[in-house]
């Protein structure tokens, strides 16, 4: 339903109620439920159905997302060592909220004269993405970096000053999740699991989502070094951390076969 909602073409929104309706008919098959993120995890009891519903993040690997050395991400990656550097990591597409950072930029750029935007990741929007950048005035501060493999996204979580995921819908974000992980601060709109990663992490800003304005206050503030965000790693890796999450589903699996 919450992609049926996002959808900008009004014929392509039906297509998603038949999707509904077999969640509505399958879910109470089952006798415990896994949700990504404590929104949906509401949304499931809400329900009523007889399964037990659990809270399961997607988890990530702390060893390879781990804080390191800025200033040496950069010099791998070529990046200027005095820029202030906001990145987004994810798919270019239509839910992540884009042209909201996009317009967040165009203000950023005017404070800070150093300031640039990397996107990492290729999808569907990049050509019209492309064409706001150049109306906005602002093709000398983003950079369109393309697909990079994920062995590849440390450096370029460390090389930022911070993280911005601007989505309307997220079921977990993993990209807000490696970049805290990283030890980079994180602003992220208020989108289903979004929240469960600032939560987890200790730190971090949610500003509305659709809002740009409320985004580059929220950026102005981490790079004005005015809020200083640490994430709390060790915290968030006691709840997500594949180990982890693994033991807590093999005990329940061990549950319900007894």
Known sequence: LARMRLSRRPWRRALFLPLAL????????YPHIFAVNRQEKRSLEALSLQAAVSFSPVSIDFELFSPGDKQASRARLGLDQKAQIALFV?????????????????????R??????YLVGSGALEQAL??????????EQVHFVGYI????????????????????FEGFPLSAAEAMACGTPIVASRAGGTEDV??????????????????????????S??????????????????????????ELFRKENR
């Open 198 to 223: 600032v939560r987890e992490f200790g730190r971090g800003l949610l500003p509305p989502a659709r809002a740009s304005q409320a985004c580059s206050k929220a950026l102005t503030d981490i790079l």
């Open 225 to 250: 070094k005015s809020t200083t965000l640490t994430p709390d790693i060790d915290r968030a890796r006691s709840v997500l951390d594949w180990t982890t999450k693994l033991e807590c589903s093999f």
């Open 130 to 139: 492309r064409q706001e950048v150049q109306a906005l005035g602002i093709q």
């Open 149 to 168: 493999d994920r062995l590849s996204l440390p450096d370029w979580y460390r090389a930022a000053d911070v993280a911005c995921l601007p989505s309307l």
């Open 90 to 110: 994810g798919r270019l597409a239509p839910e992540k909220g884009i042209s909201y950072l996009l317009e967040a930029a165009a203000d950023l750029t005017v």
């Open 112 to 117: 800070f004269p150093q300031f640039e935007l």
């Open 22 to 29: 077999v969640e509505r008919l399958t879910l109470p098959r």
